[in-house]
């Protein structure tokens, strides 16, 4: 038996009561429970009957048991998609970019002499990207209702890990060396260069969190 517009509508009001917050997770909700819905029905339930039954066929944790699913499965998809395009740019395509960009790093350390004076030209600038990263999330704030946009824009939040390193490393001012090369110049260059990598990678993955949100969007316009 197919269900109306008005009880797929109904539906959907019964699984946002039920604290399912996000859209996505409640399509995906909404899928399962029109379904056996729709079975139950065939066999003589009325609509009332049939969705009671088919909520508590889902335990004593209800639909929130789903949502802890989606979002397990959800998180590690994002995670692979994280970790697989930031080792990428330590493959054969970038790897002589990735090395020219530290000894870029390690290069202004040098000229300028002096640890924190040459800290207060390169940080500002990742300041910035952060601040940046701040802004970005801001503007795309029509996505915050869906499961995959928090958990693709949640690496931003690991970003201040990556300054409390490089502080810990300047505040070392220590003047050994490693072949030849300043100690703490070069771990700040090796963090810099890791930050950089890292912020790229968390931008790239927000967009395919926004891609999949969008996605979601035009499919839920198309439902009843």
Known sequence: MRLTKDQIAEIKSFINKKGIKYIDV???ILDHVASSVEDK????LTFDQALRETHTSFGVFGFSSVEDGISSALRKKYSGVFWSQFISFFG???IALVLLAGALFYKIQILIGDYHHSMM???PIFLCVVGFAVL???NFKKYKEFLVYRISVSYLGFLGSFLLFLNVIINSGSNATFLGL???CLLASIILVLFTAYIITAYKTILKGIEESESLIQKYKTLP
Do not use: C, G, S, W
């Open 182 to 184: 300043n100690l703490t």
């Open 121 to 123: 030209i390169i940080v």
């Open 41 to 44: 029905m065939a066999d003589h």
């Open 26 to 28: 409640q399509m995906e």
């Open 136 to 138: 970005f999330r801001i």
């Open 92 to 94: 054969i395509k970038y």
